[in-house]
C-alpha cells in the first residue's frame, strides 16, 4: 500500500470524518495528500487534525525510516466556491483554500497550522481550545502575504516548536512610534501592579490608556511592547486587551515574540477620530518579575499617570526613581509613597505624575 493510500485510510477512520455527511464535505486529491472542506464551523477540521495526528504517530511507531508518514496541516476558514470541472465532477477553490494552503506550506514535520480568523473563533468557545492554539508570531508565505499564525498541539499531537520557514520578527516600534507622535496624545495612563503570587513573585499588571487623536486622519490600530526579564512565550503572559465598553480587541500582528521581548498590534472596534471624548483602552497580562521591579519609559508624552500598588503585607517598602536614558543612572525621586495597610492583609499605594514628557522613565523597587 502506497503513503498516499495509507493516508486516504486513516483519514477516512477519523471519527470527526465519520461524522460528517458526504454531502457536508467535499474532498480533493493534490497528488501527496488532499484538501477536505466543510460547510460546517472549524471544530469539525480540528478534530480532524488532532485524531489524524495522533493516528499517523501510532502508525509510525516501529516503521523504517522509509515507511514513516509525515503530514503538516493548514486550516483557514473563508470563502469558497463550488464549481464542476469539465468532466462534471463537483470542485472547489477560493480565497479560502488557498490561505490554508499557504498555512500549510509554513508547516514542518507534524504541524497543525491555523490562521488567526479560525484560531479566534475556536478560542473563543471553550478554555480547552486556549489550551492548544497558541499563537506564534508573523509570517510570511511565499507569495508574499503577512499572516498571524497560531500553532495547535498538546499530549500526542502537533508539533511545539515553531516553524522556521517563512518566520519574520522584525520591531515596528520605531517607525510607529514616529507615527504616534503625530496623531495620538494620553490624557491619562492608569497602571495597576497586583502581586497575585508572592513565592513566584507573579504580577498582574492593569493598564488604561485614556487616548485623543490629534490628526485628522482616524486612528485604527495601537502597537504594544512588554518586556520581560524572564523567559516567557506570548501564550504564557495571558495578554487580554479591550475597549471602553468591554470589547475584546482583536490582536491582528505579533511582530515580535522573543524569549524577553514581546511586540504585538491590536485594532480598536471601531476607530478614534479627532474630536471624540472618554475613548480608552485596556491591556492586562501576567509576568513574573524575580528582581522586585517594574520601568516604564515614555516614548510619548502623558499629561497624567497613575501607579498603583497592590502588595501582600511581605511586601514592606516601595522606592521611585526616575531613570536616564542615556546614563542608566537611577535618581529617587524626593517625595516617596508610604504602603498603606488595607482589608485582607494587603498594602496598597497610590503615586500620581503630571506633566510627563517625552523620553521619561520611571523605575518601581520593592522590598
Known amino acids: 500500500m502506497t503513503k498516499v493510500e495509507t493516508l486516504n485510510k486513516l483519514v477516512s477512520e477519523c471519527p470527526s470524518f465519520l461524522s460528517i455527511s458526504k454531502e457536508m464535505m467535499l474532498v480533493?486529491?493534490?497528488?501527496?495528500?488532499?484538501?477536505?472542506?466543510?460547510?460546517?464551523?472549524?471544530?469539525?477540521?480540528?478534530?480532524?487534525?488532532?485524531?489524524?495526528?495522533?493516528?499517523?504517530?501510532?502508525?509510525?511507531?516501529?516503521?523504517?525510516?522509509?515507511?514513516i508518514i509525515r503530514i503538516r496541516i493548514g486550516i483557514h476558514s473563508g470563502p469558497v466556491f463550488i464549481v464542476n470541472?469539465?468532466?462534471?465532477?463537483?470542485?472547489?477553490?477560493?480565497?479560502?483554500?488557498?490561505?490554508?494552503?499557504?498555512?500549510?506550506?509554513?508547516?514542518?514535520?507534524?504541524?497543525?497550522?491555523?490562521?488567526?480568523?479560525?484560531?479566534?473563533?475556536?478560542?473563543?468557545?471553550?478554555?480547552?481550545?486556549?489550551?492548544?492554539?497558541?499563537?506564534?508570531?508573523?509570517?510570511?508565505?511565499?507569495?508574499?502575504?503577512?499572516?498571524?499564525?497560531?500553532?495547535?498541539?498538546?499530549?500526542?499531537?502537533?508539533?511545539?516548536?515553531?516553524?522556521?520557514?517563512?518566520?519574520?520578527?522584525?520591531?515596528?516600534?520605531?517607525?510607529?512610534?514616529a507615527k504616534l507622535k503625530k496623531t495620538t496624545m494620553y490624557p491619562n495612563i492608569d497602571v495597576s501592579v497586583i502581586i497575585t503570587d508572592v513565592k513566584k513573585m507573579l504580577v498582574h499588571y492593569k493598564r488604561k490608556y485614556k487616548i485623543q487623536n490629534i490628526s485628522e486622519k482616524p486612528i485604527h490600530k495601537v502597537l504594544h511592547g512588554i518586556a520581560t526579564d524572564v523567559y516567557k512565550k506570548f501564550d504564557e503572559l495571558n495578554i487580554v486587551a479591550y475597549d471602553e465598553n468591554g470589547k475584546d480587541l482583536k490582536i491582528s500582528s505579533i511582530s515580535v515574540d522573543k524569549p524577553y521581548q514581546k511586540e504585538f498590534t491590536t485594532i480598536f472596534n471601531k476607530p478614534i477620530f479627532k474630536g471624540d471624548k472618554d475613548r480608552y483602552y485596556r491591556l492586562e497580562y501576567d509576568v513574573e518579575e524575580p528582581e522586585k521591579y517594574f520601568e516604564n519609559t515614555f516614548l510619548v508624552g502623558c499629561e497624567k499617570l497613575i501607579v498603583a500598588f497592590d502588595f501582600p503585607t511581605s511586601v514592606?517598602?516601595?522606592?521611585?526613581?526616575?531613570?536616564?536614558?542615556?546614563?542608566?543612572?537611577?535618581?529617587?525621586?524626593?517625595?516617596?509613597?508610604?504602603?498603606?495597610?488595607?482589608?485582607?492583609?494587603?498594602?496598597?499605594?497610590?503615586?500620581?505624575?503630571?506633566?510627563?514628557?517625552?523620553g521619561q522613565s520611571f523605575r518601581f523597587e520593592w522590598n
Open 28 to 67: 480533493l486529491p493534490t497528488g501527496d495528500g488532499m484538501v477536505i472542506g466543510f460547510t460546517q464551523g472549524p471544530q469539525i477540521p480540528l478534530g480532524l487534525a488532532i485524531e489524524l495526528n495522533k493516528r499517523i504517530e501510532k502508525y509510525n511507531k516501529g516503521k523504517i525510516p522509509s515507511e
Open 85 to 177: 470541472d469539465i468532466l462534471n465532477n463537483r470542485n472547489i477553490w477560493g480565497p479560502g483554500i488557498i490561505i490554508a494552503r499557504r498555512i500549510m506550506d509554513l508547516g514542518e514535520d507534524g504541524h497543525i497550522l491555523m490562521s488567526s480568523r479560525t484560531a479566534e473563533d475556536l478560542r473563543e468557545l471553550s478554555y480547552e481550545y486556549k489550551k492548544i492554539i497558541k499563537p506564534l508570531h508573523d509570517y510570511i508565505t511565499k507569495h508574499g502575504q503577512n499572516l498571524l499564525i497560531y500553532s495547535v498541539y498538546g499530549a500526542g499531537f502537533g508539533n511545539p516548536h515553531p516553524p522556521t520557514r517563512g518566520a519574520v520578527q522584525k520591531s515596528r516600534m520605531g517607525r510607529e512610534i
Open 316 to 358: 514592606r517598602s516601595l522606592t521611585i526613581y526616575e531613570s536616564s536614558l542615556e546614563t542608566g543612572e537611577n535618581k529617587k525621586i524626593r517625595i516617596q509613597p508610604k504602603l498603606q495597610k488595607v482589608a485582607g492583609g494587603r498594602n496598597r499605594v497610590k503615586w500620581v505624575k503630571r506633566g510627563i514628557h517625552e
